[in-house]
Structures are given as structure tokens and as C-alpha cells.
């Protein structure tokens, strides 16, 4: 079955870095067709986005909240994509989440393909 698994999680200072890995496995189609994307959930808050990238990788949006901190990147090869993020701030704590979908993925979108979760959480 499709598993997006997620990992690189942890507990980091402010102003610190923090790089997440997400493994896709079990797609219908070949990885390189999908857009992939971040989404984070803070607790007690709606889940939100945070960053997209296209199938080639070519293009990347942020969300304004981590533009110029966070880099979204691809490995189409190893069937993976990243989130390096930087200069981390404790409003970043939350739960991040991988997600796949073979339509361009809105911020305010729906993907339909989730993975489970890692918690990153910043300490001030």
C-alpha cells in the first residue's frame, strides 16, 4: 500500500536547524509524476501549509511564515523529499506531515495522500 514515512523529528533550541526526510513507497504511480508537500499542526491548531514542491522539483512554494528560513527539496531517484529548516523558532512546534498528490497541492488543499507524522519541537 502507499506509505509516506517521515523522519528526522526531534527537540532542537531556537535559532537552531532541523532537517526532515519523508520516504514514499507503494505509489501507483512513479514517484517523479507527484507534487509533494509539508503541511505542520501545532496543538490545538488547524493543520497548515508549509511548503510544495513540483514533480521535478523545478518549483517550490512557502508559506510566508518560513519563506527564507525552510528549503523544500526532491530526490526523485531515492523516492524521497526533505525539509531543511533553519533558524528555528518556537512558534515552528508542531507536528509536520509529508503528503503526495498528482495534482498541484494548494495551500489551502487536500492532499490525498498523508504519511503519519514526526514531531519537531523548538525550545526557546
Known amino acids: 500500500q502507499v506509505q509516506l514515512v517521515e523522519s528526522g523529528g526531534g527537540l532542537v533550541q531556537a535559532g537552531g536547524s532541523l532537517g526532515l526526510s519523508c520516504a514514499a513507497s507503494?505509489?501507483?504511480?512513479?514517484?517523479?509524476?507527484?507534487?509533494m508537500a509539508w503541511f505542520r499542526q501545532a496543538p490545538g491548531k488547524e493543520r497548515d501549509f508549509v511548503a510544495r514542491?513540483?514533480?521535478?522539483?523545478?518549483?517550490?512554494y512557502y508559506a510566508d511564515s518560513v519563506k527564507g528560513r525552510f528549503t523544500i527539496s526532491r530526490d526523485n531517484a531515492k523516492n524521497t523529499v526533505s525539509l531543511q529548516m533553519n533558524s528555528l523558532k518556537p512558534e515552528d512546534t508542531a507536528v509536520y506531515y509529508c503528503?503526495?498528490?498528482?495534482?498541484?497541492?494548494?495551500?489551502?488543499?487536500?492532499?490525498?495522500?498523508w504519511g503519519q507524522g514526526t514531531q519537531v519541537t523548538v525550545s526557546s
Open positions: 503528503a503526495a498528490d498528482l495534482r498541484r497541492i494548494a495551500a489551502s488543499g487536500s492532499p490525498n495522500t
Open positions: 514542491i513540483s514533480p521535478s522539483g523545478g518549483t517550490t
Open positions: 507503494g505509489l501507483t504511480f512513479t514517484f517523479s509524476y507527484y507534487y
